[in-house]
C-alpha cells in the first residue's frame, strides 16, 4: 500500500508540473520584452508573429512591413548616425493584468532629438531656411553641413539620451498572451501606431 501511494504521490506531482507549466507559457510582461527587443532588432516578422489574431487578419505580414515604420525623425538620425540605434534600450517593464487583457508599462531610452538639433542646428540656420520657402519635417530636410555637424557632434560626445514611459496592450488567446495593437481601428482611424514614440 505505502508503494502504491509512492506511486501515486510521484504521479501526482509530474501531472500537476505539467500542467502548471502548460497553461499561459509565459506572462504579457514576458511576451511584452520579446515584442520589445523584436522591434528594437527591427525584426518585424518575429514582432508580427506575437500580434493577437485580430490584428494578423487586419493585416498581412508584407502590409504590416509597409505600414508600421519607426517615426520619421528617428529613421532620418539611424540612416545619418547608425552608431544612434545603439542606445536604443529598455527596462523597468510592469504588467497589469484585467482578466483576459493585459497592459505592460516599461521605459525607453532613446536618443534625445531635440538635445542634439538643439546642440547643432541654430535658429537663425532654420528661420534662413524657412525663408527660402524650405521645411524642416525631418532631420533628412537638412543641408548637407548641417548633417554633416550631427555627425560629428555625435562622434566627439556621448548620444544624448531620453528615458520614455512606453505602454503595450495585449491579450490572452488560447492561454497565450499575445500583443494587441488594435489595428483595425487604427486603419479605420489613419492612425497607424509605431514601434515607439520618441517624447
Avoid: H
Avoid at 531656411?129 to 519635417?137: D, H, L, T, V, Y
Avoid at 560629428?152 to 498572451?177: C, F, G, H, S
Wanted: charged share 25%.
Amino acid at each position: 500500500m505505502k508503494r502504491i501511494n509512492t506511486i501515486l504521490a510521484i504521479a501526482m506531482t509530474l501531472v500537476l508540473s505539467l500542467g502548471l507549466t502548460g497553461c499561459g507559457k509565459s506572462s504579457p510582461k514576458d511576451v511584452a520584452k520579446e515584442a520589445v527587443e523584436a522591434q528594437l532588432k527591427g525584426d518585424l516578422q518575429a514582432f508580427y508573429n506575437l500580434l493577437c489574431e485580430a490584428d494578423q487578419t487586419a493585416m498581412t505580414y508584407d502590409n504590416f512591413i509597409t505600414k508600421y515604420t519607426l517615426p520619421r525623425d528617428a529613421q532620418a538620425l539611424f540612416d545619418l548616425v547608425p552608431e544612434t540605434r545603439d542606445v536604443l534600450k529598455a527596462g523597468s517593464f510592469k504588467e497589469i493584468v484585467n482578466g483576459e487583457t493585459a497592459t505592460v508599462t516599461y521605459v525607453l531610452t532613446v536618443p534625445d532629438m531635440d538635445k542634439i538639433i538643439k546642440e547643432n542646428i541654430s535658429l537663425e540656420i532654420l528661420q534662413q531656411m524657412m525663408a527660402n520657402g524650405k521645411r524642416m519635417s525631418s532631420l533628412s530636410d537638412l543641408p548637407d553641413e548641417m548633417k554633416e555637424n550631427i555627425k560629428q557632434y555625435i562622434a566627439k560626445n556621448d548620444i544624448p539620451t531620453l528615458e520614455v514611459p512606453q505602454t503595450m496592450n495585449l491579450v490572452r488567446e488560447n492561454d497565450n498572451w499575445r500583443v494587441n495593437l488594435n489595428l483595425r481601428d487604427a486603419l479605420k482611424l489613419g492612425n497607424m501606431p509605431t514601434p515607439f514614440v520618441l517624447k
